[in-house]
C-alpha cells in the first residue's frame, strides 16, 4: 500500500494526474539517478540483471483481473472468457499491431486470473476489445470481476483464510485485498446463495474516506461476517468477546476475554517505489528518505498485530516497495521485539510464483543525498552532535541487527517486475514458534504478549471504566474497555466479575437511549440488536416468507432510538458477540453485517411493506420458503430487463397467470438453468421482484441489470442502455396508487466509474 500526495499514503493523486504524466514523460525520461544510486547500494538485484530490471520498470503495467465472487460464479465466467473472449481477441490487429488476447496468470489457483498488455487506446477503440472491455467494467460493479495488480493478488493467497477464522486487515482501504479475504471467509457459498460463515472479518483504514469506500466496495460481496473500522492500525485497541472458562488459549491472553485473531493481513502503508509502472510520477519525486521515515509506523503496525494473534496464527507483511528499510528491517525489528514469532518457509506455495528471497545485507541512506558509507546505527550516531541526535529521524533498526543471520530473513519473499511482468513486492509470512513444554517458555511468552506498546502518550486512549455502556441485551456479554494500557491486573479482575455478574441476571433488555460515549466525535449511527419477539420484525418475517430457521436474533438497525424503522442488518452470532462487548464509538465501528431488509413505503392507499434488497437476497435466500418462489421462463427476464415497469397482462402463460394472482408486494423469481434461442444460463438465477397492483419490476440496480443482460445475451438490452443511461421514471411519475417502486440504484451509484477508475488505473497496493 502506497501512501498519497495529501498524507503520504496511497498513491493515489488521481487518474488524471497519473494520465498527463503517461503522456508528459517519454520513456528516455524514466529515471531517477538517486534511485539507480540506491538500490544499487542495496544489492537487491543482481549486477547482470541491472538493465532488465530498469527497462521492465519503464513498460506499462499489463492489466490484470481475477474472477471473484462464489465457485460456481467464478468458473461459469472463466468459462465464458476462454471460450468467448479469447477467440474473439485473438488475431486482432489494431494500427498494424498484432494485439494479444488475454493470458492467465500462471501462479493464480483454478486459472482465475488474468492479464491483457493493451492501451487504453486499444480498450476504446478497437471493437472487440472494447467490447471485452465493457464485459469487464459491468462485472466488476456487480462483484464478479476484480481488476487487481497481479501482485496485489499474493498477501491473501499467502495469508490461507478460512470460513471458521477470525480475520483482520489492518491497513484494507480501497478493498482489493479485503475482497479476496472476504470470499475465502465465503468459500461454501453457491451461485445463489451466501453461507454464513462462523469466522468474521474486520477491515480497517485509519482514514475515514477510505473507510467508507470499504463499505461501498464491500456490497459487492454481502456479508454478514463483516466489519469496516476507523482506526490507527499501529494502537488497534483490545477487542473483548465473552469469556470462557474452558478456552485453551487463556495462557496468551493479556485478558481472559481478549479477542485474538488467526489471521492478520498487514498490507502497511509505503513509499511505493514498486507501483512505477503505474504510477510514473513517482520517477521524478522519488528519494530515499520516504521509507526512512515510514519504518517506525510499519514496524509499529506488525508489533500490535502479533499482540494481537492467536497462539496457531498467520501474520502476512507486504508493500508494494522495493526498499529493505521497509521491509527486511520491519520484519527483523519485529523479530527481535518478540522472539517468540519466526518467519514461514512458504517457497513450495504458488510454485508458478517466481521469486526472490529477502536480503540480510542492506545499507540506509542518512540523507537524500544517497550517504549509505555507515554500516551500522552506532557508526552513524557517533557523527552527530546531542542536537542532531535528538533531530534526527533514525533509528537503530533501520541498520541490520547483528544477528541478521539468525532470522532467514530469506523466506521472506521479493517479486520483481522483470521476472514475470509485474510490479514489484514484497511478501512475508510470520508465525509463532511452536510452543515448548517447560514452564519457562511459556511465562516467556506470557512476558512478551503483556508488554506494553510503545506509543506517544498523546495517542493513548485512557481508561476511564464510567464511560463503558451497558450490555444492549440480555447475554453474557460484559461491558468492553478498548484501551491499548488496559491489561493491568484490577482490570482483568473486574472484568471476570461483570461478566458473572453478566452471567447471572438474564433479565437484561435491550438498550435504548442515550449513552455516554467513549468518543463522542465520532458520528456514526449506533448498533442496536433487535428482541426476536419485536413486532415489527415478527411483521417482517411473516410477509417475506421466512422460515423459522432465519437468525431473527441477530437482526439489527441502525437510527439513534434502536427502533425497527426502516433497514435490517443482518450479522453472524461472532459478529454480533463483538458489537455487544465493545463501545462502537472507540472502536470506531463503521459497518457490521450487511443491510438484507428495507420498509417499502408502496404508494398511496397501500400499506408499506418489507422487501429483500437485491444485494441481501443470497444471505437471506436459504431462509425464504421455497413454495413461494414464483418459477418464470426466459422471455419474462427479456422483458424484465427491457422494460422498467411492464403490466402484468403483458406476460405470457403460464408467469401472467401466476403473478396476477399474487399480492402486491416482494416477491422473488427464479429462472432455471438451461438454454433458450440466444442464451444460456448455467445454474439458476433468482432475483427480487416488486409487484404493484397493475405491473411488476425487477429490483436489482441498472448495473446489475447490465452486467446480466451482457453475460447472458452478449449485449446491454436494458432500458438504461436503449435510452442512453437515463435513470428511471421516479416514482412521482407513475399514475397514481399504483404501487409501483423504483429499483434500487444505491446511493453512491453516480461516482462508481470514477471509483472504479481510479481503483483500476492508481491503486497502489
Sequence with gaps: MTRSKKRQRGGR??????????????????????????????????????????????????????????????????????????????????EGDVIPPPSRIPWYPEDLAWQFN????????????????????????????????????????????QPHHKVVDMCAAPGSKTAQLLEALHAQDTATSTSIPPGFLIANDSDSKRAHLLIHQSARLPSPAFMVT????????????????????????????????????????????????????????????DGNGLHSLQTRILQRAMRMLEPDGRIVYSTCSLNPVENEAVIAAALNSNPNFQLIDVSA???????????????????????????????????????????????????????????QLQRCMRIYPHLQDTGGF?????????????????????????????????????????????????????????????GSRPLVLNTVEADVEAVTDTNKTTFKGKTKLSDPSFKEMPYTFLEPNDPTLISCIDQLNLTASFPSSNVLVRNPEGDAVRSFYLTNDLVK???????????????????????????????????????????????????????????????????????????????RTVIENKNPGSHIIRFPAGQSDDSTLSHDLLVPLWKSNVSVTLMIDKKAKSALSLRLFGEDITTAARDGGKKAPQTSRLPQNTGDVVPDEGADNEDEDAILEDECDNEAE
Design 349 to 407: 506455495q504458488l510454485p508458478e510464483l517466481v521469486r526472490r528471497p529477502g536480503i540480510s545485507s542492506w545499507a540506509p541512506t542518512v540523507n537524500r543525498t544517497i550517504n549509505t558509507t555507515f554500516k551500522t546505527w552506532n557508526a552513524y550516531n557517533e557523527t552527530l552532535t546531542e542536537e542532531q541526535r535528538a533531530d534526527s529521524k533514525m533509528s537503530e533498526t533501520h541498520w541490520p541487527p547483528v544477528n541478521v543471520e539468525s532470522l
Design 13 to 94: 493523486a488521481g487518474k488524471s494526474r497519473n494520465d498527463d504524466d503517461r503522456g508528459m514523460l517519454e520513456k528516455s525520461d524514466m529515471k531517477n539517478e538517486r534511485f539507480s544510486l540506491y538500490y544499487k547500494a542495496q544489492h537487491i538485484i543482481p549486477d547482470e540483471e541491472w538493465d532488465q530490471f530498469m527497462e521492465a520498470l519503464r513498460r506499462p503495467l499489463p492489466t490484470t483481473f481475477r474472477i471473484a465472487g462464489s465457485r460456481e460464479i467464478a468458473h461459469a465466467l472463466n468459462d465464458a472468457i476462454k471460450k468467448t473472449y479469447v477467440p474473439l481477441l485473438s488475431d486482432v490487429v489494431f
Design 426 to 486: 514484497f511478501v512475508a509470512v510470520l508465525e509463532r514458534k511452536p510452543r515448548q513444554s517447560s514452564h519457562a517458555s511459556v511465562a516467556t511468552k506470557r512476558d512478551a504478549e503483556e508488554a506494553e506498546i510503545l506509543v506517544p502518550e498523546a495517542k493513548k486512549v485512557k481508561l476511564d471504566l464510567g464511560t463503558l455502556p451497558e450490555p444492549q441485551q440480555s447475554t453474557s456479554f460484559p461491558p468492553t474497555p478498548m484501551s491499548e494500557d488496559d
Design 577 to 655: 458477540a463483538v458489537v455487544l462487548n465493545n463501545d462502537y464509538t472507540r472502536m470506531r465501528l463503521m459497518t457490521s453485517g450487511t443491510k438484507v431488509i428495507t420498509k417499502q413505503e408502496a404508494g398511496r392507499g397501500f400499506e408499506a411493506q418489507f422487501r429483500v434488497l437485491g444485494e441481501g437476497l443470497p444471505v437471506v435466500l436459504p431462509y425464504i420458503d421455497p413454495s413461494v418462489i414464483l418459477d418464470a421462463e426466459f422471455a419474462t427476464l427479456k422483458t424484465l430487463l427491457t422494460t422498467y415497469y411492464p403490466l402484468c397482462a403483458s406476460f405470457s402463460d403460464p408467469f
Design 118 to 161: 493493451v492501451s487504453k487506446k486499444v480498450l476504446r477503440k478497437q471493437q472487440a476489445f472494447k467490447k471485452f472491455h465493457s464485459f469487464l467494467v459491468h462485472e466488476t460493479e456487480v462483484g464478479n470481476i476484480s481488476r487487481q495488480e497481479a501482485v496485489s493478488m499474493l498477501p491473501p493467497l499467502f495469508l490461507d483464510v
Design 230 to 289: 476507523n482506526l490507527d492500525a499501529s494502537i488497534f485497541p483490545i477487542l473483548r468477546l465473552p469469556v470462557t472458562t474452558t478456552d485453551p488459549r487463556r495462557g496468551v491472553k493479556k485478558s481472559p476475554n481478549q479477542l485474538l485473531f488467526d489471521r492478520i493481513l498487514c498490507d502497511v502503508p509505503c513509499s511505493g517505489d514498486g507501483t512505477l509502472r503505474k504510477n510514473i510520477g513517482i520517477w521524478k519525486r522519488w528519494q530515499p528518505m
